[in-house]
């Protein structure tokens, strides 16, 4: 609720605003919305906002439909099909505006194919100025890449890796779901690990970045205290690259 919120309150921008300010007083001013129904002012006013305003909605509700439901879909008439649907939707909307509107003033509402033909413009002028690429949603950011190491482990698993330790011919995985042990060189798995940021600390140890919650020191050898308490050995080989990346403090 609260991303779609602040989705909708994405769009209304300084320059919406100021534009709006200004357009749409003259746009009441210059235009009677429908032939032989006069109007004063204020309820022109009212009508060119409502219906600008309903068109702004149905056109970020359609457009984040297609988002949600149809982005796996590709076929060339998408905008086509965006502008049939924000007509659909418009057309029915306005005309429920405009007849309460006119009831209120004392006028018969008019009819639908007058209501139609601003359904057609709106609907295709909304569409073809806001048009952009589906994947640059404000709604919804791309997926982070994960590492290929991760397609070693169960389907299930949803953890945190926390460090890759040789054992043998094989490599345990330390996680927050446990330690899985799969085949593989140590070296092909620190590179599956790509792109998580991780240091070796030993020849048989290496370690995610992120899980590292503090250095200790004991009988002056050097572990680093991981987030799941664990304590890994730094040896002098690697000790200063640790130290110039900023692990070792």
């Not at 502008?83 to 405009?98: I, T, Y």
């Not at 620190?190 to 020849?203: D, F, S, Y």
Request: hydrophobic fraction near 50%; include cysteine.
């Amino acid at each position: 609720m609260k991303t779609t919120l602040r989705s909708i309150l994405a769009e209304f921008t300084l320059q919406r605003g100021v534009a709006g300010l200004v357009f749409l007083p003259l746009l009441a001013i210059a235009f009677q919305p429908f032939p032989g129904i006069s109007l004063s002012f204020l309820p022109r006013l009212l009508f060119w906002c409502g219906a600008m305003a309903l068109a702004l909605a149905l056109t970020w509700f359609v457009r984040k439909l297609f988002f949600e439901y149809l982005s796996f879909v590709e076929f060339r008439g998408r905008d086509v099909a965006q502008v049939a649907l924000v007509f659909a939707l418009f057309v029915p909307s306005v005309w429920l505006f405009a007849w309460l509107l006119l009831a209120a003033q004392g006028e018969q509402a008019p009819g639908i194919l007058s209501v139609a033909s601003y359904g057609g413009l709106f609907a295709t002028g909304l569409v073809l100025v806001r048009s952009k690429p589906l994947e640059t949603s404000p709604d919804q950011a791309p997926e982070p890449q994960k590492p290929r190491l991760l397609n070693r482990l169960p389907h299930s698993f949803q953890g945190q890796v926390f460090r890759l330790a040789v054992r043998d011919h094989s490599v345990d995985v330390v996680t927050s779901e446990g330690t899985f042990t799969i085949r593989s060189r140590f070296t092909d798995a620190i590179a599956e690990m790509e792109p998580v940021n991780g240091h070796c600390t030993h020849r048989s140890h290496w370690v995610v970045d992120a899980a590292v919650s503090g250095v200790e020191r004991h009988g002056g050898k050097i572990f680093l205290r991981l987030k799941n308490d664990e304590l890994v050995p730094v040896s002098r080989k690697y000790k200063p690259e640790l130290e110039c990346d900023g692990i070792i403090q």
